[in-house]
C-alpha cells in the first residue's frame, strides 16, 4: 500500500448544467519517482471513512498511466445528482461514493 494525498480535483464534461465527471490527482508520499506497482488492467484502492465515521473501501481503474512517476489520478462521476444518479443505475457502487464523498 502507498500512502497519498489529494493533490488536485477537476470538474469535466457536462450533465444537466453541471459538471458530469471530476477527476482526483493524488500525490504520492513516497516521493515524485515513486510508481505504483499495478500490472495492466488493475485497479488501485483507497480507504476511508464515510460520513459516519466507519471504515469504507473502495477500487477504482486508473485514469494516469500506471507508470506515471509521484501520483494517480482516478475520475468518479461529479458530486450531486449527477453521482446519485450513477449510483441508482449500478454505474458507481455505494462504497465508490462514499469514498470520493470523502474527498
Do not use: H
Not at 482526483?24 to 483507497?46: C, D, H, M, N, W
Not at 444518479?85 to 454505474?91: D, S
Request: aromatic share 10%.
Amino acid at each position: 500500500w502507498a500512502p497519498c494525498l489529494l493533490e488536485a480535483r477537476e470538474d469535466f464534461g457536462e450533465w444537466r448544467g453541471g459538471p458530469a465527471y471530476t477527476a482526483y490527482r493524488f500525490k504520492l508520499k513516497q516521493g515524485s519517482k515513486a510508481i505504483l506497482p499495478l500490472e495492466l488492467g488493475q485497479e488501485v484502492t483507497f480507504v476511508g471513512l464515510d460520513d459516519r465515521n466507519r471504515p469504507v473501501r473502495a477500487s477504482f481503474p486508473l485514469a494516469s498511466g500506471r507508470r506515471e512517476p509521484g501520483y494517480v489520478e482516478i475520475v468518479a462521476p461529479a458530486a450531486g445528482a449527477r453521482r446519485d444518479a450513477r449510483v441508482a443505475m449500478g454505474g458507481c457502487t455505494p462504497d465508490q461514493k462514499a469514498v470520493v464523498d470523502a474527498f
